[in-house]
């Protein structure tokens, strides 16, 4: 079993930047690919970045090409998504999850096994 962890979300203006944190432990994390997905009030949740065991790969949705980056931490127990350039309608419940998907990056949230708890993030104009 693979336990999550998020933190960094906050309150943040537009234009702005943040840190997400997504630590891991139990099970073999390291060996998972670690997506990052995202649910407004009212909303579907949605992928927002993915990144593959290894750290080699990396995919992100349309919305935040650009402005976002995901990476996993040295000790491969952590992931990270760093945000810039944060707009309003990055508002939302910030999720990270771990599925084993070999090379292939999940965009759906059933393709992930382990869920966190979610971090908020706020971004005010």
């Known amino acids: 079993q693979v336990q999550l962890v998020e933190s960094g979300g906050a309150l943040v203006q537009a234009g702005g930047s943040l840190r997400l944190s997504c630590a891991a432990s139990?099970?073999?994390?390291?060996?998972?690919?670690t997506g990052w997905f995202r649910q407004a009030p009212g909303k579907e949740r949605e992928f927002v970045a993915g990144?593959?065991?290894?750290?080699?790969?990396?995919y992100y949705a349309d919305s935040v090409k650009g402005r976002f980056t995901i990476s996993r931490g040295i000790a491969k127990n952590t992931v990270y998504l760093q945000m810039n350039s944060l707009k309003p309608e990055d508002t939302a419940v910030y999720y990270c999850?771990?599925?084993?998907?070999?090379?292939?990056?999940?965009?759906?949230?059933?393709?992930?096994?382990?869920w966190g708890q979610g971090t908020q993030v706020t971004v005010s104009t």
């Open positions: 139990g099970g073999t994390f390291s060996s998972y690919n």
């Open positions: 990144i593959v065991w290894s750290g080699d790969g990396t």
């Open positions: 999850a771990a599925g084993s998907l070999g090379l292939r990056i999940g965009v759906r949230a059933y393709e992930y096994d382990y």
